[in-house]
C-alpha cells in the first residue's frame, strides 16, 4: 500500500492460489499448437519407439522356446542368428526414434518457451506504474527466470514421456492379455493401488509446489533489493539484520522446498517398491502355471518382462509429477502477471498535441494512491508556456505525486488536468509523454555507451545533436575526458560515473527529447554546489521555452521560478515568486531562513 506523498513506495508478492489447472494445462498448450506438425512427427516416433519396445520383449519368447529350451544344435543356429539380428534391429529402431522425439520436442518447446517470454516481456511493458511500485523487482524476475525454466523443462520431456508412458501402459496391457490372462488380472489388481497413492501424493504436491515458488520469488525479491541497496546496508550497519532476514526468508524457502521435494521424490520409489511387489508375485505365481498348466517358459519370461514395463510407465508417470506441479505452480505465476490489467492509455479518439500551446492547468485536482489515503486535496494550478512552476514543502507533501500525475502514471479521482484547454485522457499515452521530458531524482542508466544513453531521450537524433544536448545540460566537458569520449561503455547503471556526472548525462536526455513541456523532480539533488552552480546556465538552456515543473529541496534552485507553490500535507498553502513569498513572512520564509526544516 502506497504511502502519502513523494510517489509510491511498497513491496508485494502474488501469491494467490490457481483458479483453474486445467484451464492453467490448456493454456499451456496453446502456445505449442502452432507446432503440430512437429509434435505430430515426434509423437509418431513415440509411437515407433513403443511399437519397438514391445516387439523387442516379444521376440525373446520364440527365441527362448525354440533355441534355449529345446536346445539349438548348429542347424538352428542360422535361426537364432537371424532372431538376434532382428532383436538388434528393434533396439536401433528404438534409439533412433528416441533421439528423433528428444530432438522435435526440444525445438517445439523452446520456441514455445521463447513466445512465452516474448508475451511476457511485452505485457511488462504495458503495466502501469502502480504494478511495479507494489512488487518485488525480484519476484518479478523470478517469474522470467526460475518459474519459464520449469515450464521449459516440462514442455521439453514430459509431455512425451506422459504419452509415451500411456501408450506403454496400453500396448502391455495388450501383450500382457495376450500371452496370460490370469497373469494379466493378478498385475492388474495392483494398479488402483498405484492410482491410490499417486493421487494422495500429487494433491499434496501441488500445494507445496505452489508454496515453494511463492517463497522463492519473495527470497529472490529481496536478495535483489539487498544488492542494489548494499552502501545504505554497509552505512547504517545493518548487515546483521539483513542476515537475520534472509536467513528468515531462506529457512522459509527450505521448509518449503523440504515438503515439496519430499512429496515429490517419494513417489517414484513408492511407486518403483510397488511394482517390485507386483513383479516378485507375478513370477511366483507364472512359476506354478509353467509345472500345473504347461504355460510355455518363454511366455513367462516375457510377461515378467512386461509385467516390469507396466509398473515403469506407471511409475515414471509418477515421477514427472514432480516436473508437472512445478511447471503449473510455475505457469500459474506467469499467466498471472500476464493477465494483470495493461495501462490503458488509448482513447477512441486521440488528439495529437502537435501544435498545441503548452499551458498546463490543475483544476481542483484530488488524489490518493489509495482511495482511503488521500495524496493532493483540491489543487489548482496554472502554468503558461514557457513559465517556471516550483514545488516546494515537506517529504510527502506531494510534491512527486504532481509529476506523476502529469504523466498519467496514475489518474485522479477527482479535478482535471489539462495541456492547451484539452483533458489529458484525449491524448494517447505514447502521444503524452513523448511531449513531457523528465529528469528523476533517481538516475537510471542503461548498458550502452554514453552516447547511446543520450540518445535515448529520442533514437533518431544524430550524433551531433547529442553532442549538442550534452552541451546545453554541461556534460560534454566531463564525457570528453572519458578513455574514449561518447563512446564509453557504462556498466552497471553508469558504475563507472560519479552520481553528479550520472545526472548531467539524464539532463542531457532529457534536453535531446525536444519536448515542450519539462519535469525535473529534485534533478539537482546528487550534484554538489560548485557542479550545481556549473550547470545553472545549462539548466536556464533547456527550460528556455518550455512549461517547466521544478520540484526542489534546495530553496536556492527556484529563486527564479515565475510561481511557487508550497505544499503541506497535500495543500498548496502559500503562492508567489521569491520575493513574494518572503515578504509574506510565512512557511516558504521560515524554510529559506532556516527557521524550518525540510523535513
Not at 174 to 200: D, E, H, Q, R, S
Not at 221 to 246: A, D, L, M, P, T
Not at 541 to 561: D, E, G
Amino acid at each position: 500500500m502506497p504511502p502519502m506523498g513523494g510517489g509510491p513506495r511498497g513491496r508485494g508478492t502474488d501469491t494467490r492460489k490457481p483458479k483453474d489447472t486445467k484451464a492453467t494445462i490448456a493454456r499451456l498448450l496453446t502456445y505449442i499448437g502452432r507446432y503440430k506438425v512437429q509434435i505430430g512427427i515426434a509423437f509418431f516416433f513415440v509411437i515407433l519407439r513403443t511399437v519397438a519396445s514391445l516387439a523387442s520383449s516379444y521376440i525373446l519368447r520364440p527365441l527362448i522356446n525354440n533355441y534355449i529350451i529345446e536346445g539349438a544344435g548348429l542347424e538352428k543356429l542360422g535361426g537364432l542368428t537371424a532372431g538376434l539380428a532382428i532383436l538388434a534391429g528393434i533396439y536401433l529402431v528404438n534409439i533412433f526414434s528416441t533421439y528423433m522425439e528428444s530432438r522435435l520436442m526440444i525445438h517445439v518447446s523452446q520456441n514455445s518457451l521463447e513466445r512465452i517470454r516474448n508475451e511476457l516481456f511485452t505485457k511488462l511493458q504495458k503495466l502501469p506504474i502502480r504494478y511495479f511500485d507494489t512488487n518485488q523487482t525480484g519476484d518479478l524476475m523470478s517469474r522470467f527466470t526460475n518459474d519459464v525454466d520449469n515450464i521449459g523443462m516440462m514442455l521439453d520431456n514430459t509431455l512425451v514421456n506422459l504419452v509415451s508412458s500411456i501408450l506403454t501402459l496400453v500396448g502391455t496391457m495388450a501383450m500382457m492379455i495376450y500371452t496370460n490372462i490370469w497373469l494379466t488380472i493378478i498385475t492388474v489388481i495392483m494398479v488402483p493401488v498405484f492410482a491410490k497413492i499417486a493421487g494422495i501424493l500429487a494433491k499434496y504436491g501441488q500445494k507445496y509446489y505452489r508454496a515453494q515458488q511463492a517463497a522463492l520469488g519473495a527470497l529472490n525479491g529481496y536478495v535483489e533489493e539487498s544488492v542494489n541497496g548494499q552502501k545504505v546496508v554497509k552505512v547504517f550497519n545493518h548487515e546483521e539484520q539483513c542476515i537475520e532476514e534472509f536467513t528468515e526468508l531462506n529457512s522459509d524457502l527450505r521448509d518449503k522446498q523440504i515438503r515439496a521435494q519430499f512429496f515429490g521424490g517419494v513417489m517414484g520409489p513408492i511407486m518403483g517398491g510397488l511394482g517390485q511387489v507386483s513383479y516378485a508375485l507375478t513370477a511366483l505365481i507364472g512359476g506354478v502355471l509353467c509345472v500345473a498348466t504347461g504355460f510355455d517358459v518363454g511366455g513367462l519370461t516375457i510377461f515378467v518382462n512386461y509385467s516390469r514395463q507396466f509398473s515403469f510407465p506407471i511409475s515414471n508417470m509418477a515421477n514427472q509429477v514432480t516436473t508437472v506441479m512445478a511447471a503449473l505452480a510455475g505457469a500459474e505465476r506467469v499467466f498471472t502477471m500476464m493477465d494483470q490489467k495493461p495501462e490503458d492509455l488509448e482513447p477512441e479518439n486521440p488528439v495529437s498535441m502537435e501544435g498545441i500551446i503548452p499551458r498546463i492547468e490543475l483544476k481542483h485536482v484530488t488524489f490518493g494512491y489509495n482511495e482511503d489515503k488521500i495524496v493532493l486535496k483540491d489543487i489548482n494550478v496554472v502554468a503558461e508556456p514557457g513559465q517556471k512552476i516550483a514545488f516546494v514543502g515537506s517529504t510527502g507533501a506531494g510534491k512527486t505525486t504532481v509529476t506523476n500525475l502529469l504523466n498519467r502514471f496514475y489518474d485522479i479521482q477527482e479535478g482535471t488536468i489539462t495541456i492547451g484547454g484539452i483533458d489529458l485522457k484525449a491524448f494517447s499515452g505514447s502521444e503524452l509523454r513523448k511531449n513531457i521530458a523528465m529528469v528523476l531524482q533517481d538516475t537510471h542508466l542503461f548498458t550502452g555507451t554514453v552516447r547511446e544513453n543520450i540518445r535515448f531521450g529520442r533514437l533518431d537524433a544524430t550524433d551531433e545533436e547529442v553532442e549538442a544536448a550534452a552541451k546545453t545540460a554541461s556534460a560534454h566537458s566531463f564525457i570528453m575526458r572519458l578513455d574514449k569520449g561518447y563512446d564509453t561503455l557504462l556498466e552497471g547503471d553508469g558504475a563507472n560515473l560519479s552520481q553528479g556526472q550520472r545526472q548531467l548525462l539524464n539532463i542531457a536526455r532529457a534536453a535531446i527529447s525536444n519536448a515542450p513541456i519539462l519535469v525535473l523532480d529534485e534533478a539537482t539533488s546528487s550534484v554538489d554546489t560548485r557542479t550545481e552552480r556549473h550547470i545553472e546556465h545549462g539548466m536556464d538552456r533547456l527550460m528556455k521555452n518550455r512549461t517547466t515543473f521544478v520540484i526542489a529541496h534546495r530553496l536556492s534552485t527556484v529563486r527564479n521560478a515565475d510561481q511557487i507553490l508550497v505544499l503541506e500535507h497535500g495543500e498548496i498553502i502559500e503562492r508567489g515568486t521569491h520575493d513574494e513569498l518572503l515578504e509574506k513572512k510565512g512557511r516558504y520564509y521560515e524554510l529559506y531562513t532556516g527557521k524550518a526544516e525540510l523535513d
